[in-house]
């Protein structure tokens, strides 16, 4: 989406308290994953589960991928009579890919009438050629049949199924109506995502063609900011999106690395070599959430002297499990190693394929690690297709410490447990203290 974080936004007065639930969107028209959707379309409609506060809206997105408005948003009433239809004139171009988002974390003026804000919901939509007429959602019949799968993956592929949710049978009973009845494919894959929410599991998805509705709502905050750090770390730069680094004035390196996609190994591989001399390296990824575990591998076997085992896992096999297999840490040639100090701050947005870099550079490269423990939560997700233009993506192995503790919900605890500061970074600080000491 555009850096442009409002598209419109209309401020709504609300001050009441409540517990309500918030309010959700039932039906898009077009929907979230919809292609081929006739530009000729002068109307959005955005429909939820409950009466709506017609004070105001937000709706969130910008540039050329938000539709271009040819009037104020409007609420309307539903069946039952209620607001709790928001319509949006607009004016579509063929063949052109639109995103928006009811509401946004800088405004969430789209309400219940007890005045709950609406969970934050994209949709994303491709129209076709001019003239062309929208496809048609899915059938009820062919509903059934993606329920019908969707429980048979969970049942043989999904590696965590029994592990938070006890009665599955109750979960696709309680969604098992809505999901039949879902007019569209986003509007299924939605439902679905309520019902696989129990799994508390953030691995878990469900994608639309190119769309993607997750199953878990929000998540634990990274344990650093880096205004913070730019504080500490004179000439902070950024390589990429992904990697940042700096010298202090004693000459230890500071490298952040704030996702593992292979985009990010060859800038992390580049500033190593330029550091064969430092004195010490704090490598930070206190906001890496995970992406390719051989990217993570390639840049923790410069750190390595040994092979090490640092992760264990066994792939979900019908009711069972397979064989415990060894993921090895191999360390880089010798010419390639730093051989200084390192040390690696985490936290608790940690997980997957992160999770995975700190325990290469415990077990492999003998780092300590300081912060906080990290999120818990790893499993080499993979799609089944469930037949009604819906994929659900589900984790497909169990993750092990190296002595075979589950990592799912454990996490990695770090060597040095340091909290987190209202004015300072002292996860930072406590990492140069311990690099130097």
């Not at 019949?141 to 048979?152: G, H, K, P, V, W």
């Not at 704030?258 to 591989?269: F, G, I």
């Amino acid at each position: 989406m555009s850096a442009r974080p409002i598209a419109w936004c209309v401020a709504a007065a609300l001050t009441c308290a409540t517990w309500a639930a918030p309010p959700s969107v039932v039906v898009a028209r077009p929907d979230h994953g919809d292609v081929g959707v006739d530009p000729g379309l002068r109307e959005i409609r955005i429909e939820f589960d409950q009466a709506m506060s017609i004070a105001g809206q937000s709706l969130c997105g910008g540039g050329s991928s938000f539709p271009t408005l040819t009037d104020k948003p409007r609420w309307e009433r539903g069946a039952d009579g209620t607001m709790r239809v928001l319509v949006l004139p607009v004016k579509l171009e063929p063949e052109h890919e639109y995103t928006l988002s009811v509401n946004c974390p800088a405004a969430n003026n789209c309400r219940s009438a007890a005045g709950e804000p609406a969970e934050i919901t994209p949709i994303w939509f491709r129209t076709g050629r001019a003239g062309g007429a929208s496809p048609p959602g899915p059938t009820p019949d062919e509903n059934r049949e993606a329920i019908i799968a969707l429980r048979r993956a969970i049942d043989g592929r999904y590696s965590y199924r029994d592990l938070r949710v006890k009665d599955w049978d109750a979960r696709f009973d309680a969604w098992r109506e809505k999901l039949e009845n879902a007019p569209t494919r986003g509007a299924f894959a939605r439902t679905a995502a309520r019902l696989l929410m129990a799994a508390e599991d953030p691995h878990v998805s469900l994608r639309v063609g190119e769309a993607v509705v997750g199953t878990v709502r929000g998540g634990p905050r990274a344990n650093v900011d880096f205004s913070r750090v730019d504080k500490i770390v004179p000439g902070l730069k950024w390589k990429n999106k992904a990697v940042a680094t700096g010298t202090l004035e004693d000459g230890v390196g500071y490298l952040a690395i704030t996702s593992w996609s292979p985009e990010s190994v060859d800038p992390v591989l580049a500033v190593l070599d330029g550091w064969r001399t430092s004195p010490g390296i704090i490598i930070d990824v206190r906001a890496n959430g995970g992406g390719d575990e051989l990217a993570a591998r390639s840049v923790a076997a410069r750190f390595a002297s040994r092979p090490a085992v640092y992760s264990k896992h066994q792939f979900r096999q019908g009711d069972g499990f397979g064989p415990v297999v060894d993921r090895v840490l191999e360390p880089a040639p010798v010419e390639a190693r730093f051989t200084g100090k390192v040390v690696v701050l985490m936290g608790p947005a940690c997980m997957s394929s992160c999770e995975s870099f700190l325990l290469m550079m415990r077990h492999g490269a003998n780092a300590p690690l300081v912060g906080a423990r990290s999120r818990g939560s790893s499993g080499n997700p993979k799609p089944v297709a469930l037949g009604n233009g819906v994929s659900v993506i589900l984790p497909t192995w169990r993750d092990m410490l190296p002595d075979e503790t589950l990592l799912e919900g454990r996490g990695v605890e770090p060597d040095l447990v340091v909290e987190v500061t209202p004015t300072t970074d002292a996860v930072l600080q406590a990492g140069l203290r311990l690099l130097r000491r």
